[in-house]
């Protein structure tokens, strides 16, 4: 099938996006070898995609040592940010949960982090014309990335931005915002106005 067949136009809607990344995975890799080092990540697959799935996201696309979801990848639906949020803090727990088990050196602190913004993106064939794939991108995208690499500078496992605390808040799910701490006016690299974040500490489950 084309990427100029039906189905494969490009469309503007509104989208929840998540990023999650393991931290140090560099150099852990290079500790472990090829072979241990994707055992490892197919565990880590394993616990991030089966918490997507549990919230009705879609897996977007594996990148290396971390990963992006979509909610709303095929529609929008109001919950979007709601699931996302919810889906976050599940994947915190499994993560958490899952790093004890891992074959990892003695000497190596694990760590990942996660982030998660909402706005319009554009969802469509990005690629070539002989090889593309279905995929979001647009300024949400990149906010959600920089918001799970921020992470590592707030000691935080996971940040959100205001848009999504507040798509919570209206839906009376205060109780996924337990533990988050509000940062506002937050600078994110490439961006020139700041942002209003929230995260969850390294201690917090």
Do not use: K
Request: aromatic share 6%; charged share 20%.
């Amino acid at each position: 099938m084309g990427r100029d067949e039906p189905g494969f136009g490009r469309g503007r809607r509104p989208a929840t996006i998540l990023f999650v990344d393991i931290r140090g995975f560099t150099t852990l890799s290079e500790a472990l070898g090829p072979e241990r080092s994707a055992a490892l990540l197919e565990g880590f697959y394993a616990a991030v995609e089966a918490s997507v799935e549990a919230h009705a996201g879609a897996i977007d696309s594996y990148l290396g040592d971390g990963a992006m979801a979509v909610f709303g990848m095929a529609a929008s639906a109001p919950d979007d940010p709601v699931r996302a949020l919810a889906c976050a803090r599940q994947m915190a727990g499994r993560l958490e949960a899952w790093s004890g088990g891992t074959d990892t050196p003695a000497d190596w602190r694990w760590g990942f982090g996660i982030g998660v913004h909402h706005g319009p993106v554009v969802v469509g064939p990005i690629g070539g014309q002989r090889r593309f794939e279905l995929t979001a991108t647009g300024d949400t995208v990149n906010v959600a990335s920089r918001l799970q690499a921020l992470g590592a500078d707030l000691a935080a496992t996971v940040v959100i931005s205001e848009t999504v605390a507040a798509a919570a808040r209206a839906a009376g799910r205060t109780d996924l915002l337990d533990g988050f701490e509000a940062l506002p006016e937050q600078t994110v690299r490439g961006r020139r106005e700041p942002l209003d974040l929230h995260v969850l500490p390294r201690t917090a489950s």
